[in-house]
């Protein structure tokens, strides 16, 4: 098995790549998945629209609040590359500009050079705040390295998106990932203890290989979903640290909330979600409000952390603002904890 | 005490899983306003409903829970509003099977717009399992444009688990503003 | 080619607001009129400004199928006939059987009206509906605008 090195630009095949936009107009949306079918039989990389923040490329309007969040998820994961649609005439923020209207010859440029780009970063994806250390290479030894480390690689080799299969082997147990296809395959089901083992160091190694031969049928038996795998893999790697860039004296804020309906979780966790969505809380506040031990609480901010739910930046409090006629649909004054924990007991859900 | 109502709103696309979400937690069974529905190009339903679903739920005090479901078709968005004026919160579903779910949401996040913006709203999109598409970044990438943070789930409310996760992580928002509240006060 | 169906469609609808022009100029103080069918279609409206003939037909239906619920739920039977007294007029509501079906006939009257010969009016108006609508032709007529 050919041991993974963290140099992207050695890699040979094209990757897939996809493209969004936000803000922009539905017709120029769809002229911009027309295109790129056409130019893709043009382009070094295999590129497709998608939706969501995920993708490589983020074409936005000027003038569209989301491309905020956009910028800030760049500045914090390396990606999107973040691309401003403007006019002759228009101002746009600094940053690369797709002149609208827009021509096959520009697009293909912009997409060789984010290509480039890539190949050429090393991984992880994220070049402002250190994440974790890329795949390492075999001699690079154990030492330091811990179960959130390694779920930390897993995270980033998720988001590069290579089409190339990678491994973790602790023993007898494996999980196979493809990146551009966010396929998990793993050997046995996915419960605590199998994590547990297989993100161990001192069974894997500390490190995550790259298979010389790509598994296309994923052969492993198992097939949990990416975000589930990190999800779990956050819980179980130990709530010891937070991971990096996170300490425990900044306070946290969530962008999203974890997808309970699909998620395992605990009671706390609902709860936590619900304080770190509406406001930044240091680790310590945390623990007071939901009355869970820091390891506890820590664990839970580590899968969000591997799932992209975090915001370190998350500085101002998102409690909703008054307005005019919030009167009309306000709360009642009289919904206080009592009526909430009685309502709570009547429908046999339990609280904090 | 007289004044004092308790109740939660369900509102959603037809075909959502209104009334399923409100008959899995209902001690009686739903009252439903269901009529002929004659647009049937739209809807294949046989019905529709035009007013609303009641069902309740007895607390410890003997006060009532009441649980309202809002007619689907936005001709009916003034209903949408008189039910939701003074409930504890909303529950928004979502039927991402539907040509263009996303649009619909629209829809509701306009119409339920403060009750989602102060923190008492949940949306659970459901069919994900057979329409993965749009995905939970889409909804929230439209509750970004719109400047609200709201929690979205993919739920089944067939399942009665699901109803109860979405009122748990609607009942958590509530509390968390609570004890914001409690702290400013006390500030 | 108009087809025997397009020609009974179109004269369903005709019909309609033949009937509801009809009642309106029959007494003084009927203000407007609407027929609508009970999931809160407009099949024909008279009505003036600013009131909305499509949006009276979906908040007449909804009314409509509350007050069936507390008849029902009152053990006297299926809504028929409501009658809203406001402050500045009334509305009456009335359903208008046909085969395996209803509308609803929506009246809007200001204080001039005396309530006993609208009722009558509207009532008088029903039954032509009634008698002379083909079912189940008005659904597809709503549906085809």
């Keep these: 098995m050919e041991v993974a090195r963290a140099d992207p630009s050695m890699l040979a095949v094209s990757c897939q ?52 969040v956009a910028v800030a998820r760049q500045e914090r994961d390396g990606r999107p590359h973040c691309v401003w649609l403007a006019g002759d005439t228009a101002e746009a923020p600094i940053g690369p500009r797709l002149e ?50 390694v779920a930390l690689m897993l995270r980033d080799l998720l988001l590069h998106g290579s089409s190339d299969t990678f491994q973790i082997t602790a023993g007898a147990l494996q999980l196979r990932v493809v990146p551009s296809r966010r396929a998990v395959r793993a050997s046995q089901p996915l419960t605590d203890d199998y994590l547990a083992r297989l993100l161990d160091p001192a069974a894997n190694g500390g490190r995550i290989e790259r298979l010389a031969e790509p598994d296309r049928a994923l052969t492993l038996l198992h ?20 991971a990096a860039p996170l300490h425990a004296d900044a306070p946290i804020g969530l962008a999203r909330w974890p997808d309970f309906g699909r998620l395992p979780h605990a009671p706390a966790h609902v709860q936590m979600a619900a304080r770190l969505s509406r406001r930044p809380h240091r680790v310590e506040e945390l623990v007071t409000a939901v009355g869970r031990p820091a390891r506890e609480v820590r664990a839970f901010v580590n899968a969000c952390v591997l799932c992209g739910l975090v915001s370190p930046q998350l500085a101002a409090s998102r409690e909703p603002r008054p307005t005019a006629t919030a009167a009309a649909t306000a709360r009642p004054a009289y919904i206080g904890m009592g009526i909430l924990r009685s309502i709570r007991t009547a429908l046999g859900l339990g609280g904090l | 005490m007289a004044g004092r109502e308790f109740k939660l709103v369900f509102a959603g696309s037809m075909g959502a899983g209104k009334t399923t979400a409100i008959a899995a937690i209902s001690e009686i069974p739903p009252i439903r306003t269901d009529v002929h529905n004659t647009d049937v190009r739209s809807h294949s339903k046989a019905t529709t409903t035009t007013a609303m679903d009641y069902g309740e739920v007895t607390l410890d005090s003997g006060d009532k829970l009441r649980l309202y479901g809002t007619p689907g078709q936005t001709r009916f968005d003034f209903m949408w509003r008189i039910l939701a004026k003074g409930a504890i919160g909303v529950v928004l579903l979502v039927d991402n099977s539907r040509p263009d779910p996303l ?7 306009d119409a339920f717009r403060e009750t989602v913006s102060s923190s008492r709203a949940v949306i659970g999109i459901g069919r994900t399992e057979t329409h993965p598409e749009p995905g939970l970044d889409a909804y929230y990438a439209l509750a970004d444009e719109y400047g609200i943070s709201v929690p979205i789930v993919s739920v089944d409310v067939r399942r009665r688990e699901d109803v109860l996760l979405l009122l748990n992580v609607l009942f958590s928002q509530i509390e968390a503003s609570l004890e914001t509240e409690e702290q400013g006060a006390m500030a | 080619m108009t087809t025997v169906s397009d020609e009974a469609t179109q004269t369903s609808a005709d019909l309609c607001q033949a009937c509801i022009a009809a009642l309106i100029g029959s007494q003084a103080g009927i203000t407007g009129a609407l027929v609508s069918t ?85 009532r008088r108006c029903r039954e032509h509906l009634s008698d002379r609508l083909p079912a189940p032709g008005v659904q597809e007529l709503v549906h085809e605008r």
């Design chain 1, 223 to 242: 097939a949990p979903s990416d975000v589930e795998t990190l999800w779990r893999a956050g819980l179980v790697a130990g709530g010891d640290a937070l």
């Design chain 1, 100 to 149: 609208d209207p827009i021509g096959s010859s520009s697009l293909i440029a912009l997409l060789e050079s984010v290509s480039t780009t890539l190949r050429r970063r090393p991984a992880p994806a994220a070049t402002s705040a250190p994440v974790a250390p890329p795949v390492v290479a075999a001699d690079a030894g154990v030492g330091g390295r811990t179960a959130l480390d």
């Design chain 3, 38 to 122: 009970v999931d809160g279609f407009a099949v024909a409206a008279q009505v003036r400004p600013p009131v909305s003939g499509d949006r009276l037909a979906a908040m007449t239906s909804s009314l409509v199928a509350l007050v069936d619920a507390v008849s029902q739920d009152g053990g006297i039977g299926e809504g028929r006939d409501i009658v809203v007294d406001a402050t500045a007029g009334r509305l009456l509501l009335m359903d208008v059987p046909q085969a395996g079906s209803k509308l609803i006939l929506a009246v809007l009257c200001d204080p001039s009206a005396t309530p006993g010969q609208v009722l009558w009016a509207a």
């Design chain 1, 17 to 68: 790549r996809t493209v969004t936009t936000i803000g922009l107009p539905a017709r120029k949306e769809q002229l911009i998945r027309s295109m790129l079918l056409a130019v893709n039989a043009r382009t070094t990389d295999r590129w497709t629209f998608a939706d969501g923040l995920e993708a490589d490329v983020a074409i936005c309007d000027v003038d569209s609040r989301l491309a905020a």
């Design chain 2, 103 to 109: 649009s619909d949401v629209h829809a509701y996040l």
